[in-house]
T-cell receptor, first 112, second 118 residues
Framework: SQQGEEDPQALSIQEGENATMNCSYKTSINNLQWYRQNSGRGLVHLILIRSNEREKHSGRLRVTLDTSKKSSSLLITASRAADTASYFCATARDQGAQKLVFGQGTRLTINP | GAVVSQHPSWVICKSGTSVKIECRSLDFQATTMFWYRQFPKQSLMLMATSNEGSKATYEQGVEKDKFLINHASLTLSTLTVTSAHPEDSSFYIC??????????????FGPGTRLTVL
């Protein structure tokens, strides 16, 4: 079952603007991961944030995690047309957990 | 990074036939692979966890006799959709966990297989 909910479900912005996507989950987690999926393709791992971390950066990506609110956000700065994709959060309940539970995803469109 | 491949990338078959999809980890050994199903504009739904040398663990509601999983080696898992019907048409994605990832469960995904059952 999918425990994550993401908002917005769809986001359309102009190139160069920042895009923020949010993810909420229901159970306690060990880590939360963000993935990108281009249309009709597999998923690409973007970033992993552990439950004891609050913020993490990778290039133009910034992820925050608030375990008290059971929520995470993904910020893409200075967006590019190539960032157009669907973005999913996924949670792992414990360090040894095998399974990831995916959110519903946000479809991001960057307009040139 | 670790690479996972899937074959075929797309397949069209007639109702009632069986279709086999392969998932390979190309540059690492994966004791565990996962099979997901994704409907258009929806999220990934985990179908089963495939463990090398043992039986797969299926998620609730997934028919094990319908979706046969075999994980005979550390680099290959196969999903066979038996007696496929149009409602089985979907995008099937596999992933593999890289055990060298320090236990934080980063998974690497294959490019997916688009199955269309006529």
């Amino acid at each position: 079952s999918q425990q994550g909910e993401e908002d917005p479900q769809a986001l359309s912005i102009q190139e160069g603007e920042n895009a923020t996507m949010n993810c909420s989950y229901k159970t306690s987690i060990n880590n939360l991961q963000w993935y990108r999926q281009n249309s009709g393709r597999g998923l690409v791992h973007l970033i992993l944030i552990r439950s004891n971390e609050r913020e993490k950066h990778s290039g133009r990506l910034r992820v925050t995690l608030d375990t008290s609110k059971k929520s995470s956000s993904l910020l893409i700065t200075a967006s590019r047309a190539a960032d157009t994709a669907s973005y999913f959060c996924a949670t792992a309940r414990d360090q040894g957990a095998q399974k990831l539970v995916f959110g519903q995803g946000t479809r991001l469109t960057i307009n040139p | 990074g670790a690479v996972v491949s899937q074959h075929p990338s797309w397949v069209i078959c007639k109702s009632g036939t069986s279709v086999k999809i392969e998932c390979r980890s190309l540059d690492f050994q994966a004791t565990t692979m996962f099979w997901y199903r994704q409907f258009p504009k929806q999220s990934l739904m985990l179908m089963a966890t495939s463990n090398e040398g043992s039986k797969a663990t299926y998620e609730q509601g997934v028919e094990k006799d319908k979706f046969l999983i075999n994980h005979a080696s550390l680099t290959l898992s196969t999903l066979t959709v038996t007696s496929a019907h149009p409602e089985d048409s979907s995008f099937y994605i596999c992933s593999a966990r890289d055990p060298s990832g320090g236990g934080y469960n980063e998974q690497f995904f294959g490019p997916g297989t688009r199955l269309t059952v006529l």
